[in-house]
């Protein structure tokens, strides 16, 4: 891949919204996938790589730091001068809904522990690698998945909820800081049920396009990273245009 | 016009950012513009006319409910068949900065008035038209232009900012009873200065970029006008890539 | 009353939480109710009246600034040397959800001229007083009394959720002007229904105190006139313990 | 102290606002003192027991479960048939201020650890006290001491941004869980300097009381204590009335 000139890298590929990611960057740039187990970016950088595209994946674990180090200067050496445009971290971490005294003390961290620390080893790793890309046709994005539990802690959600909150705030912190260094720090509150093959047998309502198209979602991220330096976007909401809010 | 299937409406035109997203919207759409003055659209019709696009400019009061009533039905008879794709209220009030006790009735309500009701009158007349017009290629969508002061009310800044508020409430009802109808309606948080002829002047930093490229905003409406409607954004902040914030 | 030191104002004086927030504040201060119908504020004045307090009560109309500066004019005499200690801007507004597009003009618009004019006309009758108040006990205190509806527009509520935005919008602009100058400004989110006459019938919950008392709202309003200036509330938020949210 | 009918706990006692929480609720109730040091809980249990209170100090780590668990166990016995009234969690976490790919992983995790790990301790353990407590003379209550990096990610503070958020979204989630079930839980901003020995040299407004009084905190936590169940506050801010916001 060293003649390309840029590539993303999105953590945390499975079959929904990470894959649509990586598909829609890879329509401009070589790509790399951050997952834990090779099954989940296997099947897509197959398919990338047969429609023409670039695509690497390598197995990660976010919240350890020597798995990301290790990710990272792999890649470095891969993609040879290119630059990183941009780098999405679309890591969901579990999602546990249980009365809080039920909760296990590793129940509880798991939330912080991939959103909050998985945030933070992604983004040290990414960017020095985007701080150096400011001169490509868009300006370098870091983009963070993440959702509504971001902006309301809910009963019973305490440990995803806690993780995402985190996330938020290093997302402020980033773009607050990395902004006028020409880096694009966005966050992505997604509301809704992505619609994908896990979600399939979700009833959410009787309307067409009830739950969020995962393409849509790329679409949106690409978005993002195109806008012009002199209008960035923070902070989106995405929600289905039935849902209820 | 009336071999067009769809059209779109911009009130509030001046230079800046309305002139834009009016430009913008031309590409696709026949535009209406909506200005108290002539003077404020007439150049930019005749410009999107030499371009080959199709505008059409009317004067209007937007905080007058028989001045919209009347556009809009002038407009409705004007476009014949087409559809309203979408509609804009750029409508950006007076700003007023002085001590509380120093402001007027008159210009107090000035805010109110421009962003509040002008919303509602606007709103009134555009959604029932946007209501139509759900099987274009994308969802209707109705945007309001907004700024920091719908999120925080600043010292002797109360008359900008209760009209600000007024209005990204009225964004946030309409966009609960209607996006389930179809409609997309848009909140969107202008956070800098914008780079028009009238801001030339002033100084906001040493670095490049630092006000804010209408036509970037334009892109960004345009974005959120594409945007599928399982995927519906309702708020977005926009901001120079070196603002404090 | 001339031989008080302070004295308190409060309006929008009914059965509810007005007449309990001018029986607390009368345990201190005389105070004025003003309220648009004598019906409203007499039966409380008679009421303090006789449990050894001092009141006073005048037909006012908040929305209408004649009749506003009347009513201070006349307060102002009326409490000779007394300073004003505490102001209260307990204004509803009347609660109207209807589909958008069945609203009236006037409907739309009684919101912001209820919450957004009257809070205006009040504080800015009020502030000139209160910044003479400020070597009493307590520091000058100028609160408002909101609602949900002042944080989310809600669908087919954007008359009530204007005017409420429109008033916590002044709240702030307020508070960062005249804070520096020693008076208090606040803004109480009442989220849930209040424990009147009116809603008796109303049922919430199963729960017992599932409605707010409005005693209980006037025991905080109290505890923010008392706060240290080193410590002001600018918004509390309150409600019912089995409140959903 | 078991004859007593009620106590209080406190979790990061030192010389500034857990003291001062400390000794005003000594004044209702015998308080347990959390600090990882004897050295910053024994002034305050000398000072209250001089006073006549009772007091009892402990040292624990709130980031250690088993620190955590040990305090609570030996508390319990200590108390005997009394119950728990109130829990204050006023741990601080180190406020680290440095660009942020200085930051080492230990120093980002501290402030979810300190705020979020510890938060989620301390409330593990007092619940199951504080839902036997209903029967009382105030609801049970569990207050987290909060900052303004609660509400905003600055520049080059994401440690301690990251922690008070997920503090943050703790305290709403506990909230909503154990709010319906009687116990109070509310989560206080605290923005400004706090008037303690520390600050002491740190210049921050030419006004008088321009840093926050520590007793006014404690008053104000002693009052959300007190507010009756059907008028429960969330989210108070307490700042003093000079500073900008």
Same sequence: chains 1, 2, 3, 4.
């Avoid at 897509?44 to 695509?55: F, N, R």
């Avoid at 959702?147 to 009963?155: C, D, E, F, R, V």
């Amino acid at each position: 891949m060293a003649a390309s000139k840029a590539w993303a890298v999105v953590a945390g590929v499975g079959p929904g919204t990470g894959a649509c990611v990586a598909r829609k960057f890879a329509q401009a740039y070589p790509v790399a996938l951050l997952a834990r187990k090779p099954a989940n970016y296997e099947p897509i950088v197959q398919e990338i790589e047969a429609a023409g595209g670039k695509a690497i994946g390598i197995s990660t674990d976010v919240s350890d730091s020597a798995s990301v180090k290790n990710a990272f200067e792999k890649l470095d050496k891969e993609m040879g001068d290119a630059q990183l445009a941009a780098a999405v971290f679309n890591v969901g971490g579990s999602f546990i809904k249980k009365p809080f005294l039920e909760l296990t003390e590793e129940e509880f961290l798991s939330g912080m522990d991939a959103n909050g620390k998985g945030g933070f080893l992604f983004s040290r790793a990414a960017l020095p690698l985007l701080l150096k890309a400011t001169n490509l046709e868009y300006p370098p994005t870091l983009i963070f998945t993440s959702a509504t539990a971001a902006m309301k802690g809910s009963a019973q959600c305490a440990s995803f909820s806690t993780g995402k909150f985190a996330m938020r705030s290093l997302a402020q912190s980033l773009a607050r800081e990395f902004g006028p260094q020409g880096v694009h720090v966005a966050h992505a509150i997604i509301d809704g049920v992505i619609d994908i093959e896990r979600t399939k047998a979700w009833k959410v309502s009787d309307a067409p396009d009830a739950k969020i198209s995962p393409h849509a979602i790329a679409d949106s991220y690409w978005f993002l990273h195109t806008q012009h330096r002199s209008c960035f976007t923070n902070e989106i909401d995405i929600r289905p245009y039935v849902e209820k809010w």
